[in-house]
């Protein structure tokens, strides 16, 4: 069974991917996004792998015949790609090089310029699930791109939030967001030309960070070649900081935020922008998503960004210290 359901409570639609259940166990000694394992080329740098177990297909079945006034159903349509960071197995993204990086953010680039040419495509969501705290049950260095046949439910309200706040002040949002972190400074982790690399004012994680560019720019297209170099940067430092926090690789999701495609225009009102999740609140303590958060959506974050960010700073210092050995 593949489809979309909606939920009228919420008004936000359900993936139903039953056929996921059934995913093979990897084995140990095997691994298809290996060169040599006759998934992928034996040589490449970074690659896009069409997902083998998709939630979402250009060719999706026919919703199940379970409709009524109120519950209603769609085709799971969209697109769903794996990016390979790397052939090595157990590299880490800090561990790249910034060029190797930035090869990377040109295929996250190509990738967004292919997928949005399906007009049937309305939001294209590029992210990394990292650790097996959060599920990961293959290990080698990749991310994922999701490309939506409608907008989800967060994207939705953000996309509402920064409407708004262009009608009633003329400016961007998320601009405006920047120039309050600047002013306080105190949440600031590192910057570089382009982007800069901060815990919000309204942080939902310990460790939760996000990456903005600086300038008003809606998606990766946009990006000349100086701030792709400078994104990809910061992307690799943001991983490194994290890593450097306690000493392992943190876990964490890293989700991007770019413009819808194929419908109203946003392009004064939304900013990109990169965010972590990370799931941790200390070096062997998870933060849980309970009650509150998951079935009322309020978020609790037990520590204040402020004082959270002086030790992501250190960890910044720290990896940085590290490369320039």
Excluded at 48 to 71: G, H, R
Excluded at 133 to 151: K, L, N
Excluded at 169 to 194: H, P, V, W
Excluded at 201 to 216: D, L, N, V
Aim: negative net charge.
């Amino acid at each position: 069974m593949a489809e979309l359901r909606f939920n009228p409570l919420t008004k936000d639609w359900v993936m139903i991917a039953s056929h996921r259940q059934n995913r093979p166990q990897m084995p140990k000694d095997w691994c298809p996004f290996c060169p040599g394992s006759g998934k992928v080329p034996d040589e490449f740098e970074v690659y896009k792998y069409d997902n083998d177990f998709p939630a979402l297909s250009q060719n999706p079945p026919v919703p199940d015949d379970v409709e009524t006034s109120i519950y209603k159903t769609k085709p799971s349509y969209g697109k769903c790609e794996v990016i390979l960071y790397s052939p090595e197995h157990t590299v880490t993204l800090p561990e790249l090089s910034e060029s190797h990086v930035r090869k990377l953010v040109d295929l996250w680039t190509e990738r967004y310029t292919e997928i949005k040419k399906d007009e049937n495509i309305k939001f294209i969501f590029i992210f990394e699930n990292r650790g097996d705290v959060v599920g990961v049950t293959m290990p080698h260095p990749h991310g994922q791109i999701y490309g939506y046949s409608v907008i989800p439910k967060k994207i939705e309200l953000e996309l509402e939030s920064a409407k708004e706040h262009l009608e009633k002040t003329g400016n961007c949002l998320f601009c405006d967001m920047l120039k309050d972190e600047y002013q306080a400074k105190s949440r600031i982790i590192f910057e570089n030309e382009d982007f800069v690399v901060f815990l919000p004012f309204f942080c939902e994680y310990p460790y939760g960070i996000y990456i903005a560019s600086k300038s008003h720019k809606n998606n990766l297209e946009q990006f000349n070649e100086r701030e792709k170099d400078n994104l990809a940067k910061a992307v690799r430092e943001a991983a490194g900081t994290l890593d450097n926090l306690f000493d392992y690789p943190f876990p964490y999701m890293m989700c991007m935020y770019q413009s819808p495609v194929n419908g109203e225009d946003t392009s004064d009102y939304y900013h990109f922008h990169i965010a972590f999740y990370p799931p941790m609140r200390s070096k062997d303590k998870q933060k849980f998503n309970a009650s509150s958060e998951t079935g009322a959506w309020a978020h609790c974050n037990p520590t204040a960004p402020e004082e959270k960010a002086v030790e992501l700073r250190e960890a910044y210092k720290k990896y940085i210290e590290k490369e320039n050995k």
